[in-house]
């Protein structure tokens, strides 16, 4: 074993059961296996998923992803970490071979309705280097709404996104759409309507103080305990998505509101989106034990393990005893049925997975065998698999990497090859094994750094 971090052996018992061996000090390799994604004649299609425990999920800021529309490029600032960067809906239709060749059975989207004009002033954090010290943050990420009836022109209309869903759909691709129900701009037109500024919280509360009431972020909190609010944000994102084909939603800041409105969420998504429409849940701090709350009443079907990057982070560090990282795995099967964790390594509010291993590729490819080979629902964050720059935010919300294709605003970012055949390696296997994706786990052996699991499956 040459390199410093990597795989010491791996043996497959096809379809069945899968002894996989992970260990510090090995060389880094994986048996290929016949391709889950085929390129024909027309779009690249994935290998449809069994159900969500069989998904790959691919994370995507469509700001920064493809630039598909130089019309509606107002406002575009490229040298702003903050800044709009021109995608849009339309560049990532274009592009959605990419994401099927890989592998990937659903997209995760950012918002996409109407944002604030607002670009208010941040101070770069220590240590991060931005032009002068400070950078406008502007609404390119979507968070910051300014009406939830309409599509930012900046992302494109609702026909893009229906055009959008559909050609996701075409490659045998879902597509969760990111929706915010917990607050809205900073500056956004619900502050002064006459119709709705009654819908906001106007005494300041420290979410340490209470989670449901306070303004997270410093962004105006609505009165979600509202029959009218509700009314509103229930007709137009559940209306939106019925409209454009959507097959679900990743739901921000679940948890600073109450379970009354999710389970109103969870009733009126299953009449009027049909009984298998997928939410996703965005708890912070989200466990297998944090969760249970929520999936106990089933008011989501999935909910983001907030725990799986440092804990794989730490192992492949050499840090904490191997046994400690195997129970954790263990762990994260005890789940109600039909309920899922879905397990990142990077993500836009945590800095870059790959910054923080010290640009260590083989740590990290060893992360991304745990991560494929661990029950739940593996989600990539565009640009991870090609090695994608960044550390801390700002720069954790970086362009897509597109080396020499004249794809803006990614165009000349370094790509990784390398990296990104070693993620669609891991999902082949991953998608052609059910042991995997709902398969028992039992520790093997966990002998100094050397951790040997079994997946396997009865069904």
Known sequence: ASSDRGIRRARLYPLLTLTLAFALGATVGFPAGASSATAAKGPVKVMPQRDWSDAVLYFVIVDRYADGNKAN?????????????GGDL?????????IADLGATAIWITPVVRQIEFCPPSQAPVGVTVPGGWFEHCAFHGYWADDFTKLDPHFGTEADLR????????RNIKVLLDVVYNHVGYDSRYLTDPATKDWIRTRPVECSE??????VGGLPDLRIELPAVQDHLLDAHLGLARRTGLDGFRIDTVKHIDHDFWQRHRRETREKLGPDFFLLA???????TVLEEYFSTDEV????????RGSCGSFVEGKGRTIAFSSYLEKRHKLPPDHHLAHYMSSHDEPMALYELGGDKEAFKLCVALQM????????YYGEEVARAGSVWPLNRGDMPWGKRNVMPGKGLARDEDMRAWYKRLIELRRQNPALTRGDYRRLSSDGDLLVFERSDTA
């Open 163 to 170: 055009a959008f869903v559909t050609a996701a759909h075409a």
């Open 282 to 288: 965005e708890v912070w701090g989200g466990s297998a």
């Open 210 to 215: 209470d989670p449901i009431n306070c303004q």
């Open 373 to 380: 080979t661990s029950i739940g629902i593996p989600t990539i």
């Open 90 to 98: 339309q560049g990532l239709a274009a592009e959605l071979d990419e």
């Open 73 to 85: 490029d107002a406002k575009v600032d490229l040298g702003n970490p903050g800044g709009w960067h």
């Open 301 to 308: 079907d999935a909910g983001f393990d907030f725990t799986f």
